[in-house]
């Protein structure tokens, strides 16, 4: 198990660079098709490498980013220099928007030794972090996953969950959860899985973009009628942000599933149910 909670501020960061244990990865996506690797080359976390969402996703798949194989992971992480004995620690542009993502990515082929930088690049600039310049190149290192099959679940597993009225929450924003704001990828519907709640990522952050405190982050849970013995199944546009809910619940001691399809994949099949409406 990890000897690191889930989170890492920037100040502890600092602290740390530079130790020969440690690696830094930079999981930036844009979901309007911004390429993130220049934005990286630009300046980015001394020592930090680029995790390409899209490029290590099953290649195979007509859904965007999904898990790739354990020896596909394998590969392309020990690509970057890391290997599952590291202590890893990945950050987005944004703040907590897709380093999320990675960290689940991680824990799902076994590694448990990654946290992610709360409140992402912005923070680590806050506290007077130095930034590099350039493309990485990193020594390639072995990376050995184990994966753990029952944190990731599909359409059928989702079904299942709504049948048997175990909690499902939707991470994106109302309006689009209410079906009042269009989809941002063409040919999906408008609306929402029956009998799923929303919680939309943004409630559990700060304006900064810092995880909120924990009795907040109860409060919210709370408030969507999930007790301490739930494990909800987390569930987004394409399984990005719905990593958000799953790491306020690790910071709280408790455990959620990720449906890696999520909304691209429900919304768009004509034999998934969809409603409208909060």
Same mark, same amino acid.
């Given at each position: 198990?990890?000897?690191?909670?889930?989170?890492?501020?920037?100040?502890?960061?600092?602290?740390?660079?530079?130790?020969?244990?440690?690696?830094i990865?930079?999981?930036?996506?844009?979901?309007?098709g911004?390429?993130?690797?220049?934005?990286?080359?630009a300046g980015?976390?001394?020592?930090?490498?680029?995790f390409?969402?899209?490029?290590i996703?099953?290649?195979?798949?007509?859904?965007?980013?999904?898990?790739p194989?354990?020896?596909?992971?394998?590969e392309?992480?020990?690509?970057?220099?890391?290997s599952?004995?590291?202590?890893?620690?990945?950050?987005?542009?944004?703040?907590?928007?897709?380093?999320?993502?990675?960290?689940?990515?991680?824990?799902?082929?076994?590694?448990?030794?990654?946290?992610?930088?709360?409140?992402? @690049?912005? /923070?680590? %600039?806050? &506290?007077?972090? $130095?930034?590099?310049?350039?493309?990485?190149?990193p +020594?390639?290192?072995?990376? =050995?996953?184990?994966?753990?099959p029952?944190?990731i679940v599909?359409?059928?597993?989702?079904?299942?969950? @709504?049948? /048997?009225? %175990?909690? &499902?929450?939707? $991470?994106?924003?109302?309006?689009?959860?209410?079906? +009042?704001a269009?989809?941002? =990828?063409?040919?999906?519907?408008?609306?929402?899985m029956p009998?799923?709640?929303?919680?939309?990522?943004?409630e559990?952050?700060?304006?900064?973009?810092?995880?909120r405190?924990?009795e907040?982050?109860?409060?919210?849970?709370?408030?969507?009628?999930?007790?301490?013995?739930?494990?909800?199944?987390?569930s987004?546009?394409?399984?990005?942000?719905?990593?958000?809910?799953l790491?306020?619940?690790?910071l709280?001691?408790?455990?959620?599933?990720?449906?890696?399809?999520?909304?691209t994949?429900?919304?768009?099949?004509d034999?998934?149910?969809?409603?409208?409406?909060?």
């Amino acid at each position: 198990m990890s000897l690191f909670p889930p989170l890492v501020s920037a100040a502890e960061l600092v602290t740390a660079l530079g130790d020969p244990d440690l690696r830094i990865l930079d999981a930036s996506w844009h979901l309007d098709g911004t390429p993130a690797r220049p934005i990286f080359e630009a300046g980015h976390i001394p020592g930090a490498v680029f995790f390409d969402l899209e490029a290590i996703s099953d290649q195979g798949s007509p859904l965007p980013h999904m898990m790739p194989s354990a020896e596909q992971f394998s590969e392309q992480v020990g690509a970057l220099g890391v290997s599952e004995t590291n202590r890893i620690v990945v950050y987005d542009t944004f703040g907590l928007f897709t380093a999320g993502r990675a960290w689940w990515m991680f824990r799902a082929m076994g590694c448990d030794r990654v946290q992610v930088l709360d409140g992402g @690049l912005p /923070a680590w %600039r806050r &506290v007077g972090g $130095a930034l590099e310049i350039g493309a990485a190149n990193p +020594s390639p290192a072995i990376f =050995r996953a184990d994966p753990r099959p029952e944190m990731i679940v599909g359409l059928e597993g989702v079904r299942e969950a @709504l049948a /048997a009225e %175990r909690p &499902v929450l939707d $991470a994106r924003g109302s309006p689009r959860f209410a079906g +009042s704001a269009p989809e941002p =990828r063409a040919g999906l519907r408008a609306g929402h899985m029956p009998g799923a709640v929303n919680l939309p990522f943004a409630e559990l952050l700060t304006p900064e973009g810092l995880m909120r405190e924990p009795e907040a982050l109860e409060a919210a849970f709370a408030a969507r009628g999930l007790g301490p013995d739930d494990r909800p199944i987390a569930s987004c546009g394409s399984g990005v942000t719905a990593t958000v809910p799953l790491l306020a619940l690790a910071l709280l001691g408790r455990e959620g599933v990720l449906y890696d399809g999520s909304w691209t994949e429900w919304g768009g099949r004509d034999d998934t149910e969809v409603v409208t409406g909060p």
